[in-house]
């Protein structure tokens, strides 16, 4: 995993490079790359223990949200899209029980035309 983003972290650097004309040593991208991996790590961990705080075993959109609390550009972003996502998943299930609901009504009038 650490040499994928130690990869990664070298391709943006390389194109971040590339548009303002800047390069970058191998020892700035290797300390850039452990020092995303730390943050990364302490991310997962705080995601970890906000979900178990709120006695759940599943990580969800409201952790990601406080975890941002830090950065209030970076939280609103956060709350905005936690938001479109709620709404889409309350519309996802709208629309799956209203299914539901068409199919059994269709199976009732079957059976009563058997």
Same mark, same amino acid.
């Given at each position: &995993?650490?040499?994928? /983003?130690?990869?990664? $972290?070298?391709?943006?650097? =390389?194109? $971040?490079?590339? %548009?303002?004309? /800047?390069?970058?040593?191998?020892?700035?991208? @290797?300390?850039? @790359?452990?020092?995303?991996?730390?943050?990364?790590?302490?991310?997962? !961990? +705080? /995601? =970890? /223990?906000?979900?178990? #705080?709120?006695?759940?075993?599943?990580?969800?959109?409201? +952790? *990601? $949200?406080?975890?941002?609390?830090?950065?209030?550009?970076?939280? %609103? #972003? &956060?709350?905005?899209?936690?938001? %479109?996502?709620? =709404?889409?998943? &309350? *519309?996802?299930? @709208?629309?799956?029980?209203?299914?539901?609901?068409?199919?059994?009504? !269709?199976? @009732?009038?079957? %059976?009563?035309? =058997?």
């Amino acid at each position: &995993m650490k040499a994928a /983003l130690h990869y990664t $972290v070298g391709k943006i650097c =390389e194109e $971040v490079g590339e %548009e303002t004309n /800047l390069r970058y040593s191998k020892q700035f991208i @290797a300390a850039l @790359a452990e020092t995303t991996f730390k943050q990364i790590d302490s991310f997962a !961990t +705080d /995601l =970890e /223990l906000f979900a178990k #705080h709120a006695k759940r075993t599943v990580i969800n959109s409201d +952790d *990601v $949200v406080l975890l941002s609390r830090r950065s209030s550009v970076l939280n %609103e #972003h &956060m709350k905005e899209k936690s938001q %479109e996502l709620n =709404e889409a998943h &309350m *519309v996802e299930r @709208a629309n799956k029980k209203s299914k539901k609901a068409k199919k059994q009504k !269709t199976q @009732a009038t079957d %059976e009563i035309l =058997e």
